[in-house]
């Protein structure tokens, strides 16, 4: 189902695109943004997730990347509404981040010390969101963010496409972190 969605011939057409991970980062893109319904992909649209919850939206990212890098033309903007995890993923670049300890450099260099890590060693990544967001280090959640779109844009091979990563609150369907 996702190749079809991110056919060169399916984005060809547009100039913007809007990967989703889930129902509610489309509800959220599309009430601050207003974009035509072509322009949303669902990346959490398939047989095993009929309710639109997030899904893994890493390898829609990589797959879109490469259908820009093989499509004669490309949109020349990408935007990414996600959750924590998927934008993280996408920012370190790793289909899988079991623990901070897979993201420690990484997340060093979005502004967060060591001692503030240690705590979260053998953690999933997704303890060290509610730190972060309640913490109100939203500093180092827009650099994540940032991050995302500079790894989405050094990977397409056409100049001029743009990226902008959105991340998602998973407690109520609105955007409050953006590259931009």
Not at 55 to 79: E, Q, Y
Not at 110 to 136: Q, R, T
Request: charged share 20%; aromatic share 8%; proline share 6%.
């Amino acid at each position: 189902m996702m190749s079809s969605i991110l056919s060169p011939e399916k984005i060809a057409d547009l100039t913007e695109v809007v990967l989703c991970d889930s129902g509610a980062a489309m509800q959220a893109h599309k009430e601050l943004f207003r974009f035509s319904q072509n322009a949303y992909l669902p990346a959490y649209e398939t047989n095993d997730n009929p309710s639109g919850n997030s899904c893994d939206a890493f390898p829609a990212v990589a797959l879109l990347i490469d259908a820009c890098n093989g499509a004669p033309l490309c949109p020349s903007r990408i935007h990414l509404a996600a959750g924590w995890a998927n934008i993280l993923k996408v920012a370190a670049w790793k289909a899988e981040l079991a623990s901070v300890r897979d993201a420690f450099i990484f997340l060093k260099n979005a502004g967060i010390a060591d001692s503030d890590l240690i705590p979260f060693a053998s953690s999933p990544v997704s303890d060290l969101f509610p730190y972060l967001y309640y913490g109100k280090r939203l500093d180092v959640i827009k650099k994540i963010c940032t991050m995302a779109r500079k790894q989405i844009e050094s990977r397409i091979k056409k100049g001029g496409v743009r990226a902008d990563c959105h991340m998602i609150a998973e407690d109520a369907p609105r955007i409050f972190a953006s590259s931009l």
